[in-house]
């Protein structure tokens, strides 16, 4: 059967766009408005230095009033690879991070997950958050002296404990490797253990209450419970905490500074230190803005997979 050449062709439809409702704009102008300080904050000190120091990273750039820059080409994006002496500083340092990370992730589920569970089962109200919470109110600097005097030798009231309880025969040296790799993890886990317990309490007060009757119903014991309903329904905030790890792993510093990684402990040389020392003790501004944009880059990136990952298992 043909089809006549002059019928007129049929447009499609397009949806009319939904009109938002006066109470609706005035929501979104309150977000707006809410969000705006915060967010003209982080555009001008985050994102503006960050397109402003672009053209850094391809000088010899050794401080910030050096009035003599050449250009130097792709020289400081390969030095990682290429030049001796950046390599002794910076794959120690890594490692270090790693390590720190790793051991850092740890204690997020010792201190936050547990006290997460403790909160969701026995019901500690506000008095006990706040407690909780505190110790996110120190400086990290303080939080560094803090631990600095505890196992001070001879004198640190950690090390008379722990060797006064018989769980230490010697006393922590905290600027050796082994006393910093295990000091500091513990240290910034504490500070941070309140903001932890949000993030995955968070997590548990969204598992519907039925699915958690339900079980008990049926006899499934606690370890049950929290193995097949509570931590399955409970990781996008896993993925979010571990996100949350990341960042904060790569970007301490000031307890750091604390335990000496500036003068007397290499141990607690970070990479966070060695971009500080770069940028500002060895004169080489411009490699120690390198250093911490390809370091910056993976984290971006797998920080982008982990949130699409929370995303789709959002439930």
């Known amino acids: 059967m043909e089809v006549p050449a002059n019928l007129p062709t049929v447009q499609p439809i397009k949806p009319a766009k939904p009109k938002l409702s006066k109470m609706q704009r005035s929501r979104i102008r309150s977000d707006w408005a809410f969000i705006a300080p915060q967010f003209i904050i982080f555009v001008v000190l985050t994102i503006v230095p960050l397109f402003v120091a672009i053209p850094i990273l391809f000088t010899d750039k050794a401080q910030f009033n050096d009035p003599q820059v050449n250009p130097v080409g792709w020289k ?37 997950l547990s006290l997460a569970l403790l909160m969701y089962e026995v019901g500690f109200k506000g008095g006990f958050f706040t407690i909780v919470y ?37 006393q922590i040296n905290i600027y050796s490797a082994t006393g910093t790799a295990f000091i500091l ?61 990341l960042i904060g792993s790569f970007s301490v510093f000031d307890e750091l500074v604390a335990l000496g990684a500036t003068y007397v402990n290499p ?20 490699m120690g803005m390198t250093l911490a944009l390809e370091t910056f880059v993976p984290l971006m990136l797998l920080g982008i997979l982990l949130q699409r990952l929370q995303r789709r298992l959002q439930y």
């Open 267 to 286: 141990e607690a040389k970070l990479l966070s230190i060695i971009f500080f020392t770069y940028g500002f003790q060895i004169d080489r501004l411009a």
């Open 76 to 112: 400081n994006f390969t030095a990682v690879f290429t030049e001796r002496s950046v390599q002794d500083d910076y794959l120690p340092a890594l490692q270090k991070t790693v390590i720190f990370v790793l051991l850092n992730y740890t204690t997020i589920y010792i201190f936050g």
């Open 185 to 245: 993890p513990l240290m910034v886990g504490w500070r941070y253990a309140g903001y932890n317990m949000a993030i995955f309490l968070s997590g548990l007060l969204s598992i519907p209450t039925e699915t958690i009757e339900a079980s008990v119903v049926d006899g499934a014991s606690y370890w049950q419970r929290l193995f097949r309903i509570y931590f399955p329904q409970m990781l996008p905030s896993f993925i979010l905490a571990t996100t949350m790890c």
């Open 134 to 170: 505190m110790p996110l109110m120190l400086s990290g600097l303080a939080t560094g002296y803090a631990a600095v005097m505890l196992f001070a030798q001879e004198t640190g009231t950690g090390n008379l404990l722990l060797m006064k309880a018989g769980i230490i025969k010697e």
